[in-house]
């Protein structure tokens, strides 16, 4: 299996970004890591592995991403503002400066953006911001309003509804969505949720999924038993979705 190792200094974010890129060729994938996680953690867990045949074959190339959570969304120690301005920087890495990579290391038409858990949320609202970029979103265990408290988890934004926040939420843009252009853009892509019965995003992926088919987005949806949140099913789920 291909593996390969970059690493260089984002002007956009100004600090050093490293990612991961398996295989040679094949669909082109945008790997988002999951809450708080690594760009190496997918392979740490075994989930490029599950997918080595697929790689091998030359059927998908990943791009296995770092994030910055810990400096946005995850961030106690700054405003609600300055979270959700510091992902906005991270967008325009994505946009600027990885996407370029990809570009030059694969020469197909096909990109798809997927992610677990916190990855799932940065796929998929990254795929229906920029839909005309892509041809496939996977979220797998994901939320998709960072702005409720499902469970354990908080709103990572305290209660901040500004139109920066807003128009980072698919659940909460996606209804409103008139555009036709990015509307057709949008109902273009292959969206796949997939989430597990006890997990407490299930009520979260059932309203976004009827959100989407009010709005004519077709989604396929899936339901795993137990809560299906760790590295165990993922490597499971993903082989089947990607």
């Given at each position: 299996?291909?593996?390969?190792?970059?690493?260089?200094?984002?002007?956009?974010?100004?600090?050093?970004?490293?990612?991961?890129?398996?295989?040679?060729?094949?669909?082109?994938?945008?790997?988002?890591?999951?809450?708080?996680?690594?760009?190496?953690?997918?392979?740490?867990?075994?989930?490029?592995?599950?997918?080595?045949?697929?790689?091998?074959?030359?059927?998908?190339?990943?791009?296995?991403?770092?994030?910055?959570?810990?400096?946005?969304?995850y961030?106690?120690?700054?405003?609600?503002?300055?979270?959700?301005?510091?992902?906005?920087?991270?967008?325009?890495?994505?946009?600027?400066?990885?996407?370029?990579?990809?570009?030059?290391?694969?020469?197909?038409?096909?990109?798809?953006?997927?992610?677990?858990?916190?990855?799932?949320?940065?796929?998929?609202?990254?795929?229906?911001?920029?839909?005309?970029?892509?041809?496939?979103?996977v979220?797998?265990?994901?939320?998709?309003d960072?702005?409720?408290?499902?469970?354990?988890?908080?709103?990572?934004?305290?209660?901040?509804?500004?139109?920066?926040?807003?128009?980072?939420?698919?659940?909460?843009?996606?209804?409103?969505?008139?555009?036709?252009?990015?509307?057709?853009?949008?109902?273009?892509?292959?969206?796949?949720?997939?989430?597990?019965?006890?997990?407490?995003?299930?009520?979260?992926?059932?309203?976004?999924?009827?959100?989407?088919?009010?709005?004519?987005?077709?989604?396929?949806?899936?339901?795993?038993?137990?809560?299906a949140?760790?590295?165990?099913?993922?490597?499971?789920?993903v082989?089947?979705?990607?």
């Open positions: 299996m291909n593996r390969e190792y970059h690493k260089w200094f984002s002007t956009r974010l100004q600090r050093d970004m490293e990612l991961l890129v398996f295989g040679h060729s094949g669909r082109a994938v945008i790997f988002f890591p999951t809450r708080m996680a690594r760009f190496y953690d997918y392979e740490n867990w075994g989930i490029v592995n599950s997918l080595k045949s697929k790689i091998d074959r030359g059927e998908i190339q990943l791009f296995c991403v770092d994030s910055i959570d810990g400096e946005s969304f961030n106690p120690y700054v405003s609600a503002s300055a979270r959700i301005s510091r992902h906005l920087q991270y967008e325009d890495y994505l946009l600027n400066e990885v996407m370029p990579l990809i570009r030059s290391k694969n020469n197909g038409d096909y990109l798809m953006a997927a992610g677990c858990s916190m990855g799932a949320y940065h796929a998929v609202n990254f795929a229906m911001k920029y839909p005309w970029l892509f041809k496939k979103t979220g797998i265990s994901g939320r998709y960072l702005t409720k408290s499902p469970g354990e988890f908080r709103d990572l934004l305290d209660g901040d509804h500004s139109e920066n926040v807003y128009f980072n939420m698919p659940a909460q843009y996606i209804p409103n969505l008139n555009d036709e252009y990015l509307l057709g853009a949008v109902r273009n892509l292959e969206v796949i949720l997939a989430v597990g019965e006890t997990d407490p995003f299930l009520p979260d992926n059932q309203e976004f999924s009827r959100i989407l088919w009010n709005k004519g987005i077709s989604n396929n949806f899936y339901i795993w038993g137990s809560n949140h760790r590295p165990h099913y993922w490597r499971q789920m082989p089947c979705y990607l």
